[in-house]
Each structure stands twice: as C-alpha cells, then as structure tokens.
C-alpha cells in the first residue's frame, strides 16, 4: 500500500486545515487507518484512527472535540479535519494504515505533510 498525504499548510490560531491521505495499491477497505504527527524534537505521537468501516474513531486526547477523522473506502482515502487548531498542533502528519491483532500494528506510513499553526 503506498500512501499520499496532503492538505498540510499554513495557519493561524482558530483556523481550519482539512488533510487528506489517498491509498493505491492495495485493499484500502481493509485495513484500519490512522493519523499520527511529530513536531521537532518531539516522537510520532498518535492523533487519530478509524476501523476499516468507518464505523468506530478514536483521538488523542490533546485533540478530542476539535478534530475528526473520516474515510472514503470508494475513494481509497481517509481525512483529517483539524478545527479549532492550536500553536501546539504543529507539526508533520503522517497517515497510516494497519491491522487489527492484538493491537492495530501499523505497517504502511505516508511521507507527511506539514501544519504550520501560527499564534
């Protein structure tokens, strides 16, 4: 599965960013999706994750109630809507794709988009 993210940018505090993560080569439909980011000096930390249908989300907590992942399985691409964005949400985005074991094991990663959230 190869894996573009996009929609990374510029913005001020209060504003919107939409980030968007189209698959190829793969089953898309199957895999769980997710979105993590890393601002510098810091680890990739987790933001968000949708099971394959759509049908269940989680958030980190830092994002819970101003951000919202979705999925369109007929488009082979998984969003991000980040409201209300904050300095601290800088960073780069990486979405993911993975399956559920144990644990959602997270094996294909896009090459990141930039958000830039000026105070």
């Known amino acids: 599965v190869q894996l573009q993210a996009s929609g990374g940018g510029l913005v001020q505090a209060g504003g919107s960013l939409r980030l968007s993560c189209a698959a190829s080569g793969g089953t898309f439909s199957t895999y769980y999706a997710g979105w993590f980011r890393q601002a510098p000096g810091k680890d990739r930390e987790f933001v968000a994750s949708i099971t394959w249908s759509g049908g269940s989300t989680t958030y980190a907590d830092s994002v819970k109630g101003r951000f919202t992942v979705s999925r369109d399985n007929a488009k082979n691409t998984v969003y991000l809507q980040m409201n209300s964005l904050k300095y601290e949400d800088t960073a780069v985005y990486y979405c993911?794709?993975?399956?559920?074991?144990?644990?959602?094991?997270?094996?294909?990663w896009g090459q990141g988009t930039q958000v830039t959230v000026s105070s």
């Open positions: 993911a794709t993975g399956r559920l074991y144990s644990a959602v094991v997270w094996d294909y």
